[in-house]
């Protein structure tokens, strides 16, 4: 690939049909590697503590494929179409100021997700290490500090070469992750299966509906956190027709199938992470393939974040100039001085850092779907999307939409009626509808009210 077409994959501009390279099997093989990493294990874990194999299963398909597709509806038509990221997409809805709320939110997102990924990737490095008989339990500290530098240092490396990089690599990590993944999944649930049948969730309510709820609503905010990654990967793709089923089924249906592995292991065992489990329950041998796992897999994510988080960023005034080297280090250095400073930090609030994703990407979705398809009739005006000032069709008010703005608050204040962030406690109609699906339909109807009564009557907004 040319110089110059990657020079084009780095800005935050528009990508032409003649620059977008990747097949639907590429684009396949790059968001399965991206989706597929430790926070499977984590959201298996938390839908363990409510429900059984089989019903906690059941709950995240469904919820996973649900969230997924409130992410795909959002994003791919425009970002195919146009041939921008999901930030860019954002600005006919939020403004040609208002869409810096996306980039907070994508930024805030994808820092937290990839904090989460690279101490992980310490810590099983360090246990790799301790199974090899390498280093000692004294040493854990430095060695995961060390490897999440390290991490950090490959993550750069390979992002240089932009999505080319991110592609060529996700090729290399693909069978592995996959195959290893199946093993470990056969393995937990051919060798623990009486365990697993026994197993009582250590937190279940005893109202059945409430639990089954919760694990859907886990399952729909762990992949409304896709929103954030899936424009800048999407974009590459020549158009809807073949990136809509990679996107289904390459990043919402892994996470389930490797969920489960999580659900399987804290209900049998009381412990989501495989690098504990897997010595246990295979020794030395199994123990380093399953670290080996999770350290590939925690890479590969870890990357799509940064080079989404990348392209967003150009889009931000001050930014669009630098280096894409310097772009990289932005999207790298908040996570590792996390990694090294605060390493439990993501760890000890990670339920919590789920209910963030559905309070504000839920409404976000909702306020995409209904305006792209409903108001707009599938068409946005793509030069407006990168001019400034009052001439834009998208200046809004002072370059911000209201519209957009009480459609978010509405949905925040829907979801936070319906479910409590941090203790989970709920109010009905919650037990029947989930937190995050209301939040997405105030959200959009908010929206469309006031676009319908005041946004256009107003000749705002580059409405027909």
């Known amino acids: 690939m040319s110089s110059e077409t990657t020079s084009v994959e780095q800005s935050g501009w528009p990508l032409t049909t003649r620059d977008r390279h990747w097949t639907q099997w590429q684009l396949f093989v790059v968001l399965l590697v991206a989706a597929a990493a430790t926070w499977c294990y984590i959201i298996g874990e938390y839908v363990g503590y409510y429900l059984n194999l089989k019903m906690g299963f059941a709950a995240m398909t469904a919820g996973s494929m649900i969230g997924m597709l409130l992410v795909t509806l959002a994003v791919v038509p425009v970002a195919t179409r146009y041939g921008v990221d ?61 490897s999440t530098a390290l991490a950090c240092i490959s993550v750069f490396v390979v992002l240089l070469g932009g999505a080319t990089g991110l592609e060529r690599v996700a090729k290399v990590l693909f069978f592995f992750i996959v195959g290893i993944g199946f093993w470990m999944t056969w393995l937990l649930l051919t060798q623990q299966s009486g365990a697993i049948a026994a197993a009582k969730p250590a937190y279940a309510s005893g109202n059945l509906r409430w639990d089954y709820v919760t694990g859907l609503e886990i399952g729909i905010v762990s992949l409304l956190s896709w929103w954030p990654y899936i424009g800048a990967m999407v974009r590459e793709s020549p158009n809807a027709h073949t990136a809509t089923l990679p996107a289904m089924l390459g990043m919402g249906l892994p996470v389930p199938l490797l969920s489960l592995v999580g659900l399987a292991a804290v209900l049998a065992l009381k412990v989501s992470d495989p690098s504990a489990w897997m010595v246990q329950l295979g020794g030395t041998t199994y123990g380093a393939v399953a670290l080996l796992f999770v350290i590939a897999a925690n890479l590969g994510t870890t990357m799509a974040g940064v080079y989404a988080t990348g392209i967003g960023l150009r889009q931000v005034p001050g930014l669009s100039k630098l280096p894409w080297s310097v772009i990289i280090l932005f999207g790298l250095l908040p996570v590792l001085g996390i990694g090294l400073f605060i390493p439990d930090l993501f760890f000890d609030n990670f339920g919590t850092f789920l209910a963030f994703i559905g309070v504000f990407f839920a409404p976000l979705c909702a306020i995409q779907i209904v305006d792209y398809f409903l108001l707009r009739g599938q068409r946005i005006d793509i030069r407006a999307i990168y001019q400034q000032g009052e001439g834009s069709a998208y200046a809004y008010w002072a370059g911000f939409n209201p519209a957009a703005i009480l459609g978010m608050a509405a949905g925040f204040a829907t979801y936070v009626y319906l479910l409590n962030p941090v203790t989970y406690a709920s109010r009905t109609p919650y037990e029947y509808l989930t937190a995050s699906l209301p939040t997405a339909l105030m959200g959009g109807l908010v929206y469309t009210i006031i676009t319908l009564f005041v946004v256009k009557p107003a000749g705002k907004g580059g409405y027909r």
């Open 86 to 146: 999901s930030i860019a997409g954002a600005t006919p809805q939020f403004g040609n100021r208002g869409w810096l709320l996306t980039v907070f939110l994508q930024y805030a997102s994808i820092i937290g997700w990839n904090s989460l990924l690279l101490i992980f990737f310490g810590k099983s490095v360090a246990q790799l290490l301790s199974t090899l008989g390498v280093t000692t339990a004294e040493n854990v500290g430095t060695v995961v500090r060390v």
